[in-house]
């Protein structure tokens, strides 16, 4: 009789049963607020019912609606000492040692979810955790999480950073949240949501996707993969074999020595080239930006941090349209702006075929993306590991894309960016080529530049050989008598050593279009 009454008032009046007043996963003991602007905190309640929100010498109210959710907005804060964050309706919540400073989203596949210390490691992973002790940078680890539509809530926890700690925490997002902590003496948040091997289309979501006729080719790609496993439970046992497969592959790759790296790592490319898919796979076009950013939002943010690109790299055609698609998309649902999103460029890395160059093309759809307002792009042509597709320097990685932050919003002086192509004119049997963020002069660390590439009318791209001039490079090579065309950097895995003077690599490019 007890039940049957339950489930009556559950139908009729579901607030009666879900009275208590509860709070977004994000509002959390430790917890990052972002400096400087409005903060909202949300959650839920009984319709109508009335919420507080108490921090510092703030109280702000708000009311719940007719689907329970209630948000309320504290005035633009400064960092100071830790406070507690009390919500009180029915109930009383009680959140401790909440700091404010910046707030960073950190997302994108593997080079991303690196951790300092884990399966696999940065360089001096042990020196470094050993070193972390810094309590006011802090993580909030993202549980994955597939969804068929935008979800609410999210699994997962602020860590502070310690030697305990600090070996889970994304590696990108620790060296550039140590930098910006060192520089600026605030706490830094960051929102790791990531999730190896996967490829950009599900981090975007379904709106956008369908808001585009030429994104129609992600669904028509997407219903072909499923469609070819009849049933779930045959999806299930495909995964579970490729699982079984990749994690040989990659521990033969990893132990095998230097001889066999490359035999290897094609072993390992072909297990990855027959990933099956299926219902609830992390490829799955919009599941994860429903399941691991829709739950974010509207949280307050300084910016986003994304590593991603690898598991695209052989549809660098369409990238550029997709990475600007998904930069907007999230921008607009955060409603805060344009804020700051910057991005690593592609290290480099081989397939072990040296004429292969979807990376390369890959690298220039990340730059076509600097278009986009308040963008900015890390350059790491020079600190990957042609064999190891999870470059261990994810210190510079880190420290690069601080350096932009820096520039841009902090207003700390200093170089920020390497040489980035501007022009190139044909110079008698040679091609000069000009750069923007040069004015320094252009250094190759006592060797010539090597990496360039020239070619004529017909198209035909030589090796050549390449002369600093102050903040020019001169290209020649002497089977192009009259060149129309350079390259610089333009395999999966090039010998690149163009710098500025302060240490910046120069950026891959073209200057055709062939």
Aim: charge should be negative.
């Amino acid at each position: 009789m007890f039940q049957r009454l339950l489930l009556l008032l559950a139908a009729l009046f579901p607030w009666c049963l879900r009275a208590d007043v509860t709070l977004a996963p994000l509002f959390a003991d430790h917890a990052v607020l972002q400096q400087g602007r409005p903060v909202p905190v949300w959650g839920r309640a009984a319709p109508g019912e009335k919420v507080t929100v108490a921090f510092r010498d703030q109280t702000v109210a708000a009311a719940a609606g007719p689907d329970d959710r209630w948000v309320a907005w504290l005035e633009p804060l400064k960092p100071g000492a830790p406070a507690e964050l009390v919500v009180t309706g029915r109930n009383v919540l009680k959140v401790q040692d909440v700091v404010v400073g910046e707030v960073w989203v950190c997302s994108g596949q593997s080079n991303m979810e690196f951790t300092v210390r884990g399966v696999l490691r940065v360089n001096n992973a042990d020196e470094e955790v050993a070193a972390a002790q810094y309590p006011l940078i802090r993580q909030f680890a993202v549980e994955k999480t597939v969804a068929d539509r935008p979800a609410d809530r999210v699994r997962g926890a602020w860590a502070v950073c310690s030697p305990e700690t600090a070996g889970n925490f994304t590696a990108v997002g620790y060296f550039f949240a140590r930098d910006l902590y060192q520089k600026l003496g605030v706490p830094v948040g960051l929102i790791n949501s990531s999730w190896g091997g996967t490829p950009i289309e599900p981090w975007i979501s379904e709106d956008a996707l369908a808001g585009d006729p030429a994104f129609a080719v992600v669904k028509e790609r997407w219903k072909q993969a499923v469609a070819e496993f009849p049933s779930q439970a045959a999806y299930e046992a495909a995964r579970a074999e490729f699982t079984k497969a990749a994690a040989a592959a990659y521990e033969a790759w990893m132990q095998a020595p230097p001889a066999e790296k490359a035999a290897c790592l094609a072993r390992l490319g072909a297990v990855y080239s027959h990933t099956p898919h299926g219902h609830g796979d992390p490829a799955t076009p919009a599941g994860l930006f429903n399941g691991m950013i829709n739950p974010l939002i509207p949280y307050g943010i300084r910016g986003a941090l994304w590593y991603q690109g690898e598991s695209n790299a052989g549809m660098a055609a369409e990238y550029h349209a997709l990475f600007a698609a998904m930069i907007t998309d999230w921008r607009k649902h955060w409603g805060q702006g344009d804020f700051p999103f910057y991005w690593v460029q592609l290290a480099n890395f081989s397939n072990s075929d040296p004429a292969d160059t979807s990376w390369a093309r890959l690298r220039e759809a990340q730059t076509q993306t600097l278009t986009l307002p308040n963008t900015g792009m890390a350059v790491t042509i020079d600190i990957g590991d042609p064999g190891d597709i999870h470059p261990r320097n994810k210190q510079e990685v880190g420290r690069r894309l601080a350096l932009i932050a820096r520039h841009h919003l902090y207003d700390i002086p200093g170089d920020w960016s390497g040489p980035m192509f501007k022009s190139a004119a044909r110079e008698g049997a040679a091609m000069r080529v000009r750069f923007d963020h040069a004015d320094g002069g252009l250094v190759a660390h006592d060797r010539p530049p090597a990496g360039f590439q020239i070619a004529g009318a017909d198209r035909q791209f030589h090796p050549a050989t390449a002369r600093i001039e102050r903040d020019t490079v001169v290209v020649s090579a002497p089977e192009v008598k009259e060149p129309v065309a350079v390259r610089y950097a333009w395999t999966n895995a090039p010998e690149a050593n163009l710098y500025d003077g302060a240490g910046l690599p120069a950026g891959p490019f073209r200057s055709d279009n062939w």
